[in-house]
């Protein structure tokens, strides 16, 4: 009888140690899709630049009130460079200020991505 207790003690014990607990089933990887401009991109934006540059205070003469007026000034403009530029450097935007590293990074992946808007 002894014995047999203890068989079924193992084998319970076996069972409870191979099962999956939940934990293991959660998977705390971001999900990396393209960048979109409406899902990423206009937060940053609405955020970091619509305040100095919109149709009505188009600083520079750059307004980001669109998502085709911030793509054009991302593709064709110099955007990237502005955002990248040195803390102190007075070209850097936005002014006077540096973009967290994962908005600048999110940036330049969204022009990787192709400017996609969704
Ligand atoms: C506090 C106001 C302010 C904010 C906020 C700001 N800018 Fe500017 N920006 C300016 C001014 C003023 C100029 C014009 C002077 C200059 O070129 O540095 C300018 C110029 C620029 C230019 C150069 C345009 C050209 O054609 O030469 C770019 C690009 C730019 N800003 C991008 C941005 C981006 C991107 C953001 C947000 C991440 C931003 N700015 C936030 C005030 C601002």
């Given at each position: 009888?002894?014995?047999?207790?203890?068989?079924?003690?193992?084998?319970?014990l076996?069972?409870?140690?191979?099962?999956?607990?939940?934990?293991?089933?959660?998977?705390?990887?971001?999900?990396?899709?393209?960048?979109?401009?409406?899902?990423?991109?206009?937060?940053?934006?609405?955020?970091?630049?619509?305040?100095?540059?919109?149709?009505?205070?188009a600083?520079g003469?750059n307004?980001?009130?669109?998502?085709?007026?911030f793509?054009?000034?991302?593709e064709n403009?110099?955007?990237?460079?502005?955002?990248?530029?040195?803390p102190?450097?007075?070209?850097?935007?936005?002014?006077?200020n540096?973009?967290?590293?994962?908005s600048?990074?999110?940036?330049?992946?969204?022009?990787?991505d192709?400017?996609?808007?969704n």
């Amino acid at each position: 009888m002894k014995k047999i207790i203890s068989l079924l003690f193992t084998t319970a014990l076996l069972i409870s140690c191979s099962e999956t607990s939940p934990e293991d089933l959660v998977d705390n990887t971001p999900v990396l899709g393209p960048v979109t401009y409406n899902a990423d991109i206009f937060t940053i934006v609405d955020s970091q630049c619509l305040s100095c540059h919109n149709d009505n205070n188009a600083s520079g003469n750059n307004s980001y009130s669109t998502y085709s007026q911030f793509r054009d000034a991302t593709e064709n403009g110099n955007v990237i460079d502005r955002i990248t530029r040195s803390p102190g450097d007075p070209l850097l935007m936005p002014q006077g200020n540096q973009l967290p590293q994962n908005s600048i990074d999110l940036i330049i992946q969204w022009q990787m991505d192709g400017y996609l808007e969704n």
